[in-house]
T-cell receptor, first 113, second 117 residues
Framework: QKEVEQNSGPLSVPEGAIASLNCTYS??????FFWYRQYSGKSPELIMS????GDKEDGRFTAQLNKASQYVSLLIRDSQPSDSATYLC?????????????FGAGTRLFVKA | DTAVSQTPKYLVTQMGNDKSIKCEQN?????MYWYKQDSKKFLKIMFS???????INETVPNRFSPKSPDKAHLNLHINSLELGDSAVYFC????????????????FGNGTRLTVT
């Protein structure tokens, strides 16, 4: 199985700062990339999806994709204490029956008030 | 209205027992999944069904048997439970198993925390 790697953290940033989360993947054929947020004791929820090289912005969140470097990142601007959670990078891997989503181990983010 | 719902939320049982987890989605998606999240929070795919057809079957002990009576339901039955089965099991669904070169994101249920004693 191909891999998705993330720094497990924890990453600690002060309120109002930019949080930068990084992810690398091993399957060069992957075309779909996602960031999920998971609060403690809750299920993962989708924050961003990105399919093309470059940046994609949605509110305070910006996803960046570089397929040549096999690198995906998530920037959170104006970080809030409510952003404290585990962020999961996910990559779709093609499979004979369809595709499956492979997750990284997650990066724990703490935003200090 | 809950989009992906799974029951029970908590399951505490003894080694050797057999248990089932049920999942239903009302999103109209045609693909459903079971994921296992271990104590280190690593989320790993177990099975995937598309319109009642098993399309992904990872290296999972055959004590785990998924069943999909229709595309809105995917259940997981576990025989002879072991201590190592303790984890949170998430059901998820997505629209389409293959959408061109793009993949649809997953919608997760709230999880079932299984504790085997």
């Amino acid at each position: 199985q191909k891999e998705v790697e993330q720094n497990s953290g924890p990453l600690s940033v002060p309120e109002g700062a930019i949080a930068s989360l990084n992810c690398t993947y091993s399957d060069r054929g992957s075309q779909s990339f996602f960031w999920y947020r998971q609060y403690s004791g809750k299920s993962p929820e989708l924050i961003m999806s990105i399919y093309s090289n470059g940046d994609k912005e949605d509110g305070r969140f910006t996803a960046q994709l570089n397929k040549a470097s096999q690198y995906v990142s998530l920037l959170i601007r104006d970080s809030q204490p409510s952003d404290s959670a585990t962020y999961l990078c996910a990559v779709n891997e093609e499979n004979t029956g369809g595709f499956k989503t492979i997750f990284g181990a997650g990066t724990r983010l703490f935003v200090k008030a | 209205d809950t989009a992906v719902s799974q029951t029970p939320k908590y399951l505490v049982t003894q080694m050797g027992n057999d248990k089932s987890i049920k999942c239903e989605q009302n999103l109209g998606h045609d693909t459903m999944y079971w994921y296992k999240q271990d104590s280190k929070k690593f989320l790993k795919i177990m099975f995937s069904y598309n319109n009642k057809e098993l399309i992904i079957n990872e290296t999972v002990p055959n004590r785990f048997s998924p069943k999909s009576p229709d595309k809105a339901h995917l259940n997981l039955h576990i025989n002879s439970l072991e201590l190592g089965d303790s984890a949170v099991y998430f059901c998820a669904s997505s629209q389409g198993r293959r959408t061109g070169l793009r993949g649809s994101p997953l919608h997760f249920g709230n999880g079932t925390r299984l504790t085997v004693t």
